[in-house]
C-alpha cells in the first residue's frame, strides 16, 4: 500500500533556482529512497537515506530525514531543464519486506 | 551495460484477449517486481518474487498472474484485459543483501487495451 506523500504535487521554477520537495509517511522505515521518472519512462534511482541518517548529498542532490517528523525532503541545486521529470519517494519498513511504498509524486518542470 | 529490458515497449491489445508482458534482466539479482502504473499515480506493486518464492499483494486482481522461469525471466500475465488495465507496467529488480534494496526499473511497456 502507498504510504508515502510527496507536497508539492507539481512545482514549476526556472533554469539556476533551487528545487525543494517533500515525503511524509505514516509507520516506521529502514530505508527511503528517491527516484526520478522521466516522462514516459521508468524510474531512475536517485539516492537512498537510512533510517539513522539524517542527511545525504550526491552531486546536486540533498536528502534529508526526520524520522521523529516522519518526513523527507529533496533539494536539487542549480536545477536544470534536464531535471523535469516526476519525483517519487519511496520507504520500506519492517513489515514491508522487500517491497517499496511510493508516494503520488512531485511533478517538477524547469523552464530554460 | 547490466540492465533491466522489458519488451514489448508498446502493447496493444483488444478486451478480454489474453497478454503477456516480458522481463529480463542481466543483473543477476534475486528479487524481481511487477508494478502498474496509471498516468499521474505513484507505481502500485502487483507481486514480486524473491528467487521462486512468489509474493502476490493483497490487492492484486486474479486476472494477474506472474512467471519467473530462471533468474533473468519474469513474465506478466494479463488473463483477460479489461479497458482498466491500460497503464505502463514497469519490471523492477533489486539485491536486498546488505539492506539497501535500491530498485533498477526497466522503460515500462505502456499497455492499450481496445
Known amino acids: 500500500s502507498q504510504q508515502g506523500e510527496e507536497d508539492p504535487q507539481a512545482l514549476s521554477i526556472q533554469e539556476g533556482e533551487n528545487a525543494t520537495m517533500n515525503c511524509s509517511y505514516k509507520?516506521?522505515?529502514?530505508?527511503l529512497q528517491w527516484y526520478r521518472q522521466n516522462s514516459g519512462r521508468g524510474l531512475v534511482h536517485l539516492i537512498l537515506?537510512?533510517?539513522?541518517?539524517r542527511e545525504k548529498h550526491s552531486g546536486r542532490l540533498r536528502v534529508t530525514l526526520d524520522t521523529s517528523k516522519k518526513s523527507s525532503s529533496l533539494l536539487i541545486t542549480a536545477s536544470r531543464a534536464a531535471d523535469t521529470a516526476s519525483y517519487f519517494c519511496a520507504t520500506d519498513g519492517q513489515n514491508s519486506g522487500y517491497a517499496l511504498n511510493f508516494g503520488k509524486g512531485t511533478s517538477l518542470l524547469v523552464t530554460p | 551495460d547490466a540492465m533491466v529490458i522489458q519488451n514489448p515497449r508498446y502493447q496493444v491489445t483488444q478486451f478480454g484477449k489474453p497478454v503477456t508482458l516480458s522481463c529480463s534482466q542481466t543483473?543477476?539479482?534475486?528479487?524481481m517486481y511487477w508494478y502498474q502504473q496509471k498516468s499521474s499515480q505513484a507505481p502500485k506493486l502487483l507481486f514480486h518474487y524473491y528467487d521462486k518464492d512468489f509474493n502476490n499483494e493483497a490487492d492484486t486482481p486474479d486476472n494477474f498472474q506472474s512467471r519467473r522461469p530462471n533468474t533473468s525471466f519474469c513474465f506478466l500475465d494479463i488473463r483477460s484485459p479489461g479497458l482498466g488495465d491500460a497503464a505502463m507496467y514497469l519490471c523492477?529488480?533489486?539485491?536486498?543483501?546488505?539492506?539497501?534494496?535500491?530498485?533498477?526499473f526497466g522503460p515500462g511497456t505502456r499497455l492499450t487495451v481496445l
Open positions: 543483473l543477476n539479482h534475486n528479487v
Open positions: 537515506i537510512r533510517s539513522n541518517e
Open positions: 509507520t516506521s522505515i529502514n530505508n
Open positions: 523492477a529488480t533489486s539485491d536486498p543483501a546488505g539492506g539497501r534494496n535500491e530498485q533498477f
